[in-house]
């Protein structure tokens, strides 16, 4: 019987963990903000390691990694501005890996890699390697990191068939092992791990990267170890969880004590056209809270499920969307934070149900159905919601130089409007923290591909007194013989809800041009076979085939005839808005609106 997550996670909020705060304290608070400055600078220089030194452009350009730092008892003490969608998983992942593979197996210079997501994981893209570090003998810590690999096998090149119906389809699965053993690579389990992907050079060069910023994490832990001596630099992990922990208390009682309820909806698994509901119910307690998400429909057929890792890391992203933003993201910020999700459902699935975009659609929804509960509590922080899907387009085949490639590629959304201020443009989602947005030029200089359309889309944004951010329009043209395309997305049916009377974001699409005397068409047009407009698997392009991708916008908030009308003004000169929205929705007037264009759009005649 395989392994799994329980329903509370690892070392998860009980009162039988809480360190003895009151001693923590007593520390000197200089020390204190010395050594976690220097262990979250360290958890950034691994960062920096991995970007400069990848072979793929997920890392270098997409960023989409996440670092941190453990204490002895693999309690997570210290991460730099990863992706939230890895801030629950990267410990639950870490502490599952060590206890696994046992305290008493580890050794100065191993290295252990996992991306089982049934083993506290997100999705099998993500591997997560970490390595125990060592000072005079002692074990004084780990430093681990997760990132996304661009092909881990399976069934679609990229890692995200639209169609899959159980894991195996999605990619290799790597359950806890040595990948270096006493500082040595284990040649056996490399050999695996590279013969199940499409690009292994860039694998190789990847998983290097990883381990460089391991080795950079080591050097500065021993370093720490040596200055401050290895009592003293244990006793201030304790004192920095205990800390972080004291602030989320007070965050918390910011909060009015009460009980919030909120729903979302993932609007088809790719293999059925069913709708799937996300429950929450969040519970404050003067200074705990309670994330519960019973309720929640049964798992899906297909791909759109979140293993427990991602429903944990979903969770503490909302909260910290809302607290105080210089809040630590470790251990302590999390223990005053409890969640339920029951397994077997949307938020917690069961082997060997499908997953690979839980983590980059349905995190985005978790996140937003409690950010709604908690609106309820606390309207003039929580915003409209954000475009909620990263639009997944992935393809793999060979390049113009006769080598194989593979791309997983993501674009920006528009954030959702708050008090106050307008939703960004063009960011992206939830899920993505400190990722960005793929450069025309990375994609043009690494691909196939040529992109022929990048823009703000025009009107994405939701209607309100304050405008939710727009979305993007971007235009792919194969240039090679022939691909093998696949994607995955949502928020084209169930729109980013907007708030205080603001009007939704513009939905999600994906177009398909097939040359040669094409004309634009939605996937299910092009394939009738397929259930859903934005999820598919292995669609065969060839040289001239276009496709497109509009993301969707942020909600709006507030009532949309409150606006400023220097802003709408402001909005229809930048071409956000079109002449009719400005009219219809805000009420400027038809002359002043013919005015501004003429005078702005075509300033020559």
Not at 143 to 156: L, Q, R, Y
Not at 225 to 246: P, Q, W
Not at 387 to 411: R, S
Request: glycine letters at 12%.
């Amino acid at each position: 019987m395989r392994p799994r997550l329980l329903t509370k996670g690892l070392g998860e909020g009980g009162p039988q963990e809480l360190t003895n705060s009151e001693q923590s304290s007593s520390l000197d608070p200089v020390t204190l903000e010395m050594i976690n400055g220097a262990l979250v600078a360290a958890c950034r220089e691994m960062g920096l390691t991995m970007t400069r030194t990848a072979y793929s452009p997920v890392f270098y350009e997409g960023t989409d990694y996440s670092t941190g730092i453990f204490d002895p008892k693999i309690r997570h003490v210290a991460q730099a501005e990863g992706c939230p969608s890895q801030l629950g998983a990267l410990s639950t992942m870490a502490e599952w890996s060590i206890k696994e593979i046992g305290f008493d197996d580890l050794q100065d210079g191993d290295v252990i890699i996992t991306n089982d997501s049934y083993r506290g994981g997100t999705h099998l893209p993500e591997f997560l390697m970490i390595k125990p570090i060592f000072y005079e003998d002692s074990l004084i810590g780990f430093a681990g990191n997760i990132a996304h690999h661009v092909d881990v096998g399976g069934m679609a090149p990229g890692g995200f068939p639209g169609t899959a119906t159980e894991i195996y389809q999605e990619g290799i699965i790597v359950p806890p092992v040595k990948m270096f053993r006493r500082g040595e690579e284990v040649k056996e389990v490399w050999k695996i791990v590279l013969s199940n992907v499409r690009t292994a050079k860039n694998s190789y060069g990847d998983f290097k990267a990883m381990y460089g910023s391991l080795v950079t994490a080591e050097t500065r832990i021993r370093d720490l170890a040596k200055k401050y001596g290895v009592g003293t630099y244990l006793n201030y992990l304790e004192a920095i969880m205990d800390h972080a922990e004291r602030l989320m208390r007070k965050e918390i009682q910011k909060i009015p004590t009460g009980k919030y309820a909120a729903e979302e909806y993932v609007e088809d698994d790719g293999v059925t056209d069913d709708m799937y509901t996300i429950r929450c119910t969040v519970t404050v307690d003067r200074d705990k809270m309670e994330v519960d998400f019973s309720g929640s429909d049964r798992q899906a057929k297909g791909p759109v499920n979140a293993p427990y890792g991602v429903t944990r890391s979903a969770t503490y992203n909302a909260i910290f969307n809302l607290v105080d933003p210089e809040m630590p993201h470790n251990y302590g910020s999390f223990r005053p934070v409890r969640i339920i999700a029951p397994p077997g459902t949307i938020v917690n699935v069961d082997f060997p149900g499908p997953l690979n975009g839980g983590q980059t659609e349905t995190h985005n929804l978790i996140v937003n159905a409690v950010l709604k509960a908690l609106a309820q509590a606390m309207p003039e922080k929580v915003g409209g919601a954000e475009g909620g899907t990263c639009l997944l387009l992935t393809a793999g085949g060979l390049g113009l130089n006769g080598e194989p490639y593979v791309f997983c590629i993501w674009d920006g959304v528009g954030w959702g409007a708050r008090e106050g201020k307008d939703g960004n443009n063009a960011i992206v989602t939830y899920c993505g923290g400190h990722s960005h947005n793929y450069l025309t030029e990375t994609i043009e200089n690494e691909y196939p591909w040529r992109i022929n359309t990048y823009e703000l889309r025009e009107d994405s944004g939701g209607f309100g007194k304050y405008r939710g951010g727009l979305g993007v329009v971007r235009e792919y043209e194969l240039l090679g013989k022939e691909s093998r395309v696949s994607a995955h997305g949502n928020r084209c049916k169930v729109l980013p809800n907007g708030l205080i009377g603001g009007g939704p974001g513009g939905p999600s699409q994906y177009l398909i041009w097939k040359a040669p005397g094409g004309a634009y068409r939605s996937p299910i047009e092009t394939s009738p076979e397929l259930k859903s407009p934005t999820k598919f698997s292995n669609m065969i392009f060839r040289e001239a085939d276009k496709i497109k991708l509009l993301t969707p916008g942020g909600g709006g908030y507030g009532n949309p005839r409150e606006r400023d009308m220097s802003l709408v003004e402001e909005d229809l000169i930048n071409g956000y808005i079109s002449l009719e929205t400005a009219v219809q929705i805000y009420g400027l007037s038809m002359d002043r609106a013919k005015q501004l264009v003429a005078k702005y759009w075509y300033p020559y005649g």
